[in-house]
């Protein structure tokens, strides 16, 4: 639904999108990440038609945005992060107008209309002003501008942004749910949210795409992420150079608190010697107070990958 090709932006010598290539297939939540700066807002703008790009390609459920961008607008929903909307428009007059330009029938309109205000959590301020709103309800009119013609796609930039915990909980299920009918594109700086609503990663970095991944292979990443964590109260006369030896520890950082040993392993992805390890500890009466495996996480990868450590 959403293919980008060596899509290239530049403004003069800076090049903000520098030759990024991915695809999102229908009914994928994709996760788009980057720090600021990094090109996501650009790349954002210019898969929904408003900005043009220096080379590359890019096509919306077939259609190319440069050379046939109306029918790729039609096939959009989009959510940018400052929501603009009409302040002296009351919601449902919003709503009715946007609906209108975006080609709802007029027998559809009223129900189309009716089940976004619903599923947004808006039907409550319908005819309330939109310059009267707080921000967070000002954010869900954006959304359910953003669903009011049903479109195949769907980008968002920053959807939570301003509002409440309960508010966030909601639009998360609701982008959830819109997975498994519609394909979503989400931009968002808050990683907990991308863990919990996409199956699938972008992170781009000073222009570039330097990752794409899906969740579920995310702990597959990098050898260094992995580790085993030890502590344990060893006895003194106790060998316990063992642990370079088993399969899959690369490295072991050992430190010393007293009686009590607590060991970092460095392992490889596919490796889990913690059995290995606790057999060895009741054979050798070591006392253990802590035996855990840890894997690295989005944030882990994210902060890695946007600071030049890999």
């Given at each position: 639904m959403i293919e980008v090709d060596k899509l290239v932006k530049r403004y003069g010598p800076t090049v903000a999108v520098d030759e990024i290539s991915f695809a999102?297939?229908?009914?994928?939540?994709?996760?788009?990440?980057?720090?600021?700066?990094?090109?996501?807002?650009?790349?954002?703008?210019?898969?929904?038609?408003?900005?043009?790009?220096?080379?590359?390609?890019?096509?919306?459920?077939?259609?190319?945005?440069?050379?046939?961008s109306l029918a790729a607008r039609r096939e959009i929903g989009y959510l940018p992060e400052g929501v603009p909307l009409y302040p002296e428009l009351r919601v449902k007059e919003y709503l009715r107008y946007r609906a209108k330009i975006k080609g709802v029938p007029a027998k559809a309109r009223k129900n189309r209309i009716a089940h976004v205000m619903d599923r947004c959590g808006v039907t409550?301020?319908?005819?309330?002003?939109?310059?009267?709103?707080?921000?967070?309800?000002?954010?869900?009119?954006?959304?359910?501008?953003?669903?009011?013609?049903?479109?195949?796609?769907?980008?968002?930039?920053?959807?939570?942004?301003?509002?409440?915990?309960?508010?966030?909980?909601?639009?998360r299920q609701l982008i959830h749910d819109l997975g498994q009918d519609h394909t979503v594109l989400l931009s968002t700086h808050i990683l907990p949210e991308v863990e919990m609503t996409c199956e699938r990663v972008l992170i781009i970095h000073n222009g570039k795409l330097v990752f794409q991944e899906s969740l579920s292979e995310i702990a597959k990443h990098g050898a260094r992420g992995t580790h085993v964590i030890v502590e344990a109260r060893v006895p003194a006369e106790t060998e316990n150079t063992f642990l370079n030896t088993i399969p899959g520890v690369q490295k072991v950082r050992h430190r010393a608190f007293g009686n009590v040993s607590h060991f970092d392993l460095e392992v490889a992805p596919e490796a889990d010697p913690r059995e290995e390890i606790f057999q060895h500890a009741v054979q050798h009466g070591w006392t253990l107070r802590e035996l855990r495996r840890e894997q690295p996480s989005l944030e882990d990868i994210f902060v890695r990958l946007t600071t030049g450590d890999e």
């Open positions: 999102i297939a229908r009914g994928e939540v994709v996760g788009f990440l980057g720090p600021n700066g990094a090109g996501k807002s650009t790349t954002m703008r210019i898969l929904t038609c408003f900005l043009p790009a220096t080379s590359g390609a890019a096509r919306i459920a077939g259609h190319d945005v440069f050379s046939n409550q301020v319908a005819r309330k002003l939109i310059g009267s709103l707080s921000k967070g309800f000002r954010q869900r009119v954006g959304l359910a501008e953003a669903l009011v013609s049903d479109p195949p796609v769907l980008i968002f930039d920053e959807p939570t942004i301003g509002l409440d915990p309960h508010q966030i909980r909601e639009v």
